[in-house]
């Protein structure tokens, strides 16, 4: 087990609700080290879903120490309102906006890992060994979770700003997810076991971008709710449009080592790389081709099924970016799970996303119980 990420410690971890700022630290520095521990069992040549929740989860921690995301808005309204930055009357309702942003953000963050991080962590202890890699052992790790369809959590927001959260649904995605990462234990084919990590970390992404739902609409409408043109007239309405324009930026936005994406565009291949890998050029496993086909994300007449005239001809495949991937809109859950699906298929083999996300230094504040200074 590598450093200790055991299903007790994603539970520790979740339960820091007074420093929201460091457990955000350390969820993304879970999932590095869930990383390693699932490429410990999996192999290094296809990495499981927890390499991408790394970015991701670096990427929620600007909305979540909100001064980021205000440097961002008051770059924005320097540019557009000048006069606005020296009104102290704008400054509360601003202030209300950025934190209710991160508050949801920080609700999402902190979720996903209390689910996805203990599946993780669990089944990378549990298979660790070879000799441990038994359909048993198999049946108490998918026993860890509910069956029931994936469904958006409920979420209200309390009088005082603070978010009221209760589960909906199973988690019938996760356990179908641990079975397919199981079947990749044994296989010998690359491009068959490619096939099924791709799968399990489909669903992955599918189940948690459904919980994510009201949390990632709640933080793009945040500004309509906390800057109503009643507010401040004219300027309360373009104050809640720079505001929104500033969260989706920076929520439409994913850094990655080497690269950022922009995930209102076509996804492009990985700098130095072919689109798509060898092993993924082509996709045969049924059960996958079905979840992209439910996805948008798979030209069908690709497959060689006679299905094309079920599916947009404008997606298409091959070239140095997948077109028509890129999203319109992010609180859309079919917007964000067709670019997503590509970037789980192009990235699954892309091992430059190993790179730690944060130094060694800033690791040993974490751990001492610091929030490290400088840029995170």
């Known amino acids: 087990m590598v450093d200790g990420i055991t299903p007790e410690r994603v539970r520790e971890i ?48 600007q909305f979540i120490r909100e001064e980021e995301l205000g440097a961002w808005v008051s770059t924005l309204l320097a540019a557009r309102m000048p006069a606005a930055l020296d009104s102290l009357a704008l400054r509360a309702p601003i202030r209300r906006a950025l934190t209710q942003i991160a508050r949801h953000v920080m609700g999402g963050n902190t979720v996903v890992f209390a689910e996805l991080g203990v599946a993780f962590a669990a089944f990378s202890a549990a298979f660790a060994e070879p000799a441990g890699r038994t359909e048993e052992r198999l049946a108490d790790v998918v026993g860890l979770f509910s069956e029931g369809p994936s469904l958006p959590d409920e979420l209200t927001v309390a009088a005082d700003g603070t978010l009221e959260r209760r589960q909906q649904g199973g988690q019938t995605m996760v356990r179908e997810a641990l079975v397919y990462y199981f079947s990749a234990l044994h296989e010998p084919r690359p491009a068959v076991r490619a096939e099924l990590v791709l799968l399990a970390n489909g669903l992955c992404g599918l189940h948690e971008q459904t919980r994510l739902q009201p949390y990632i609409a709640g933080a793009l409408a945040a500004p309509l709710a906390e800057l109503p043109a009643a507010e401040g007239g004219l300027i309360g ?8 324009r500033a969260a989706t930026e920076l929520m439409m936005t994913m850094a990655l080592p080497g690269q950022v994406l922009r995930l209102g565009l076509d996804l492009p291949a990985p700098p130095g790389r072919p689109l798509w890998p060898e092993e993924l050029a082509r996709l045969e496993h049924p059960r996958l081709l079905q979840l992209t086909e439910e996805l948008g994300a798979y030209e069908a007449r690709e497959r060689g099924l006679g299905l094309a005239d079920r599916v947009e001809d404008w997606l298409r495949l091959g070239g140095q970016e997948v077109q028509g991937s890129g999203a319109d809109d992010w609180s859309r859950l079919g917007d964000r799970m067709r670019y997503i699906f590509e970037y789980f298929r192009s990235r699954q083999r892309d091992d430059s996303l190993l790179a730690p996300p944060f130094s060694a230094a800033q690791e040993q504040d974490m751990l001492a119980g610091r929030v490290p200074a400088g840029p995170l």
């Open 237 to 244: 309405a373009a104050l809640a449009t720079v505001v929104r």
């Open 14 to 61: 979740v339960a820091m609700a007074d420093r929201p700022v460091l457990r955000n630290l350390l969820i993304t520095r879970g999932y590095h080290h869930l990383t390693l521990a699932m490429a410990q069992v999996l192999g290094s040549a296809d990495f499981a879903w927890p390499i991408f929740a790394v970015w991701a989860s670096k990427q929620a921690g």
